[in-house]
């Protein structure tokens, strides 16, 4: 019943910025935290973001901690990632993520039941 759309992706050089969209339709009433999560090449698919319902919680993987920024509109019913200082290890599809069912902010792929098409990211010179 919540549909998602991801948009944004694209090739970047190493050190450059890109900003993810993720638009959110169907019953997005319905929807609480939502995630970023990538998947590179011979890779399980991994946690990335996460944000709380309004948007005052967030947290972060590691490896992306001070680069990447996540946050929600949802008047516009849309989420946003914005990566910067981006690696050639940062290289993955990107999956944006809705969780209907808990009241927190997970970082498990099997805790979200919504999930867009992914989008291509590719950091290279």
């Known amino acids: 019943q919540v549909q998602l759309v991801e948009s944004g992706g694209g090739l970047v050089q190493p050190g450059g910025s890109l900003r993810l969209s993720c638009a959110a339709s169907?019953?997005?009433?319905?929807?609480?935290?939502m995630g970023w999560f990538r998947q590179a090449p011979g890779k399980d698919r991994e946690f990335v973001a996460a944000i709380s319902r309004s948007g005052g919680n967030t947290i972060y993987a590691d490896s992306v901690k001070g680069r990447f920024t996540i946050s929600r509109d949802n008047a516009k019913n849309t989420l946003y990632l914005q990566m910067n200082s981006l690696k050639p290890e940062d290289t993955a599809v990107y999956y944006c993520?809705?969780?209907?069912?808990?009241?927190?902010?997970?970082?498990?792929?099997?805790?979200?039941?919504?999930w867009g098409q992914g989008t291509q990211v590719t950091v290279s010179s």
């Open positions: 993520a809705a969780d209907t069912r808990y009241h927190a902010i997970a970082v498990n792929v099997y805790d979200y039941d919504y």
């Open positions: 169907g019953h997005t009433s319905g929807t609480n935290a």
